[in-house]
């Protein structure tokens, strides 16, 4: 983001905050009514008042907005009624979201990111589950009194109307029973801060020996430009105590039936994510499930996720059932400050050593750039290839040094396949190995360079999709490294293609022809029957790139473009300073002359082994 495109968001948070302040501040007549209505509650509080069970039949009757009553709190008494319940949200804001949560139901309803993380489609605040949706909830049940109890169906009392947080501060939602037995929700909220502490605390409430389960489901709104890489990386992540991190399939309907103890449950929505953690773990017999919307019949929401954690396997009748809710970014300096296992493995770096890579090497240095270095993302893009292909250059000089000796000796192969053409492929393979010894050549030596270049390779395609850091950030004709770019708009959607061109992605298949033409010329062909010309391979593989990157984020088209303009210029300095091809011949003339060493161990086990071969396939010959 350039100077005035970041002053022009500073102003626009600005304004917006100011008109959010004047249109949403209380005026007089309201702050006297939420003090009324505060003054209320705590006379209710005061008084051993007992609410009855609630039930679906009873809230037909319940649910009325009623600000005072009369008559008498004590529940033998003749003239009691039931106290007022009033169905109203209470907004938690600690600075990095504002949390609503309803007094029925008593748990979150709606999460607003308010740390300047916008909507692609109307630059509006992420909201990161649909509160208007049927399919986002939140509820907890419990056996109690012969029937089951659903928070959903219950009202609490609010320990506070209103919530801002300037320290660590709690706020406790209650709903009594009756008989002495209540059930109490306390969040403990933390200033600029993404999680929250959540207690759950029965009283006298439940029956001994049995679960209580917290269902949790998740409709989640389509926040980012493309829905094809929203929905590629959105699903279900989980780790149990006895395994690592663990997820269902992304983009398609998956679902899961978990039967150890459950650490922790994130309902991941690409660069964000909502994390139920628990320290001591929840009970066995989770359940999770994912599943993408229809982008058809659906252009609202782009992931659904459905979750039921037991909150405990054997409730006692008593006690605290605490976990934790993280709310926030993917981002992998918060996720890490989380401390929790296997949590920083939620934004999908790669597996094993490509993960590690990511994580520990290319992660960090870009944090670094990205903080101290006052340039755009794309900018920052080019220092990073320019960095990574610097440190690859010992490597790169390796693989040509292989493959300029090989075109030395290419007449010399040519010369080997006309002699043997028609006869023993067993003889020809021989005296070709016998050249590669004389000549001190080993084509296996450009094998050892690209095997090492691999886990950088690899974990660039896994890096640019999932790092934060890239979205909604522009360069050039992108909007968003952090999804496609588009040059051109088609009228009809290309199958396997899409309905845009990607101009970095043309860019990079154009480098990669040039590339792979340059790094292929001196690959030996092979003449045996059946097998694929490489050559013809390689020219087809920059076209099939076309296809396969079009809809993939252009941060990753632009870094593999900039690595292969810069491959092509090591090629080229090495070609014309490094190597001398007269110089490489005369080397192996020099190690023609030289007597042949004796054979290692393992030369000779193949030797053998192809003479073995050899020997087996005249006797098939002689059979026929």
Not at 12 to 30: I, Q
Not at 100 to 119: C, E, F, H, N, S
Not at 313 to 326: D, E, Q, R, V, W
Not at 359 to 371: D, Q, T, V
Request: neutral net charge.
């Amino acid at each position: 983001m350039d100077n005035k495109s970041t002053i022009g968001f500073i102003v626009s948070c600005l304004v917006l905050f100011a008109a959010y302040t004047f249109l949403f501040s209380p005026s007089e007549e309201e702050i006297a009514a939420q003090q009324k209505e505060q003054a209320r509650l705590d006379s209710l509080s005061r008084t051993e008042q007992v609410q009855p069970i609630i039930t679906q039949d009873d809230l037909g009757r319940n649910t009325a907005d009623i600000e005072e009553f009369t008559g008498s709190n004590d529940p033998s008494d003749s003239n009691y009624v039931v106290p007022a319940l009033q169905n109203k949200d209470i907004v938690i804001s600690n600075g990095n979201w504002d949390l609503t949560i309803g007094t029925k139901g008593g748990l979150p309803k709606r999460l607003v990111l308010t740390d300047g993380y916008v909507a692609y489609q109307d630059s509006s605040a992420v909201e990161l589950w649909d509160a208007n949706s049927p399919q986002s909830s939140m509820n907890i049940s419990f056996e109690h009194g012969g029937k089951t109890i659903n928070t959903k169906d219950l009202f609490f009392r609010p320990s506070k109307q209103s919530f801002s947080v300037t320290d660590t501060s709690s706020i406790t939602f209650t709903s009594d029973l009756g008989a002495g037995s209540k059930i109490e929700i306390n969040y403990a909220v933390y200033p600029n801060s993404y999680d929250t502490d959540v207690t759950v605390n029965l009283v006298n409430a439940g029956r001994a020996g049995s679960k209580v389960l917290l269902d949790w489901n998740t409709a989640a709104l389509h926040q980012e430009k493309g829905i094809y890489n929203e929905q590629l990386h959105s699903s279900v992540f989980f780790k149990t105590f006895e395994d690592g991190r663990d997820y269902l399939g992304e983009s398609r309907d998956n679902e899961d039936e978990v039967e150890d103890k459950l650490n922790w449950v994130a309902h991941k929505q690409n660069y964000f994510s909502v994390i139920a953690i628990s320290e001591a773990g929840f009970g066995k017999g989770g359940f999770v499930r994912s599943y993408p919307a229809d982008i058809e019949a659906d252009t609202i929401h782009s992931t659904y996720y459905e979750t039921r954690l037991a909150l405990t396997n054997n409730h006692t009748g008593n006690g605290a059932l605490p976990f934790k809710l993280f709310m926030g970014p993917n981002d992998l300096e918060i996720l890490t400050a989380l401390d929790v296992p296997g949590v920083v493995k939620i934004p999908d770096y790669g597996w094993t050593i490509f993960g590690w890579v990511n994580r520990a090497l290319i992660a960090p240095f870009f944090n670094w750039m990205s903080a101290n270095l006052a340039l755009s993302a794309g900018l920052l893009i080019f220092l990073l290839t320019l960095v990574v292909k610097t440190v690859l250059f010992p490597v790169q000089w390796k693989n040509y040094m292989n493959s300029a000796k090989m075109k030395v000796l290419k007449p010399e192969i040519d010369e080997i396949n006309k002699k043997f053409e028609g006869k023993s492929a067993v003889e020809k393979q021989q005296a070709t190995m016998a050249l590669y010894k004389q000549t001190g050549v080993n084509p296996m030596a450009g094998c050892l360079p690209a095997l090492l270049q691999m886990p950088i390779l690899y974990a660039m395609f896994r890096f640019f999709p999932a790092n934060i850091d890239l979205r909604q950030k522009s360069f050039l004709w992108a909007d968003d490294l952090g999804s496609y770019d588009s040059i051109l708009n088609l009228p009809f959607d290309v199958p396997f293609y899409g309905a845009h061109v990607s101009g970095f992605t043309v860019l990079m298949a154009i480098s990669m022809f040039f590339y792979t033409r340059m790094s292929s010329g001196n690959m030996p062909q092979s003449t045996q029957p059946g097998m694929p010309n490489m050559k013809v391979i390689m020219n087809i593989f920059p076209v099939m790139m076309l296809f396969f990157f079009n809809k993939f984020a252009s941060g990753l088209s632009l870094y593999y473009f900039l690595a292969n303009v810069f491959s092509i210029s090591q090629m080229l300095f090495i070609k014309r300073f490094l190597i001398n091809e007269e110089s490489i011949k005369a080397k192996m003339e020099q190690n023609k002359a030289k007597p042949v060493k004796k054979k290692s161990a393992f030369s000779q086990r193949l030797e053998d082994m192809q003479k073995d071969q050899q020997r087996k396939m005249a006797q098939q010959k002689k059979k026929k």
